[in-house]
């Protein structure tokens, strides 16, 4: 993957609302795409992945994310969101057959009572 | 499994002296990486490594910095010497295949002033 595009750097949004975070990345060839989600003073922890098959990809948490690649996008969703949800989330690429993974800038979710 | 063990959690200390980050992969992990987390510049892949072989180092921000795996349990992340620009969250991160996540550690906050 060349480069990973997250159109939102904040996303603020009411408990048990729908959210979207969006994602777009550029690459010549095929690619594995991740999100991964941060709570402070932590290392980044996957929330879920696309490798092949399915395009629509879910957590255990709820959320989902699916993969189109006509739109190069992989944008993560969730129907109802909760307070413990709040935290930055970051999209990921990496070239198959490679090992370097490109990150998004993160979008930072935070979620109001 | 305990997870990647990065040492030290913080980390001050004065411009020009030199600084050490240690980090312990998953057992069993052939990949391992280096990154940098700064609001600035993101997330920002240094270094990484395949069976404790540098693959590379292209993100490496200048010769003041070098990284070494001597074995599959073991790397460190030197600056030598060290300066203010150089304060970061450092992130050690270690996978066991291509198409596998990164398992992130907690980190280390260095301050440099």
């Known amino acids: 993957a060349q480069s990973v595009t997250q159109l939102d750097s904040q996303v603020p949004v009411f408990e048990e609302a729908p959210v979207e975070l969006r994602c777009n990345y550029s690459?010549?060839?095929?690619?594995?795409l991740f999100w991964y989600v941060q709570y402070p003073n932590q290392g980044l922890q996957l929330l879920l992945k696309?490798?092949?098959?399915?395009?629509l990809v879910e957590s255990i948490n709820g959320f989902e994310a699916e993969f189109n690649k006509s739109q190069t996008s992989f944008h993560l969703r969730k129907p109802s969101v909760h307070i413990s949800d709040t935290a930055e989330y970051f999209c990921?690429?990496?070239?198959?057959?490679?090992?370097?993974?490109?990150f998004g800038a993160g979008t930072r979710l935070f979620v109001k009572a | 499994d305990a997870g990647v063990i990065q040492s030290p959690r913080h980390e001050v200390t004065e411009m020009g002296q030199e600084v050490t980050l240690r980090c312990k992969p998953i057992?069993?992990?052939?990949?391992l990486f280096w990154y940098r987390q700064t609001m600035m510049r993101g997330l920002e892949l240094l270094i990484y490594?395949?069976?404790?072989?540098?693959?590379?180092d292209s993100g490496m921000p200048e010769d003041r910095f070098s990284a070494k795996m001597p074995n599959a349990s073991f790397s460190t992340l030197k600056i030598q010497p060290s300066e203010p620009r150089d304060s970061a969250v450092y992130f050690c991160?270690?996978?066991?295949?291509?198409?596998?996540?990164?398992?992130f550690g907690n980190g280390t906050r260095l301050t440099v002033t």
């Open positions: 991160a270690s996978s066991s295949s291509e198409d596998s996540p990164l398992h």
């Open positions: 690459s010549s060839v095929s690619v594995y």
């Open positions: 696309y490798l092949s098959g399915s395009t």
């Open positions: 990921a690429a990496e070239n198959t057959g490679g090992f370097k993974t490109i």
């Open positions: 057992s069993g992990h052939n990949s």
């Open positions: 490594f395949n069976n404790n072989v540098p693959i590379d």
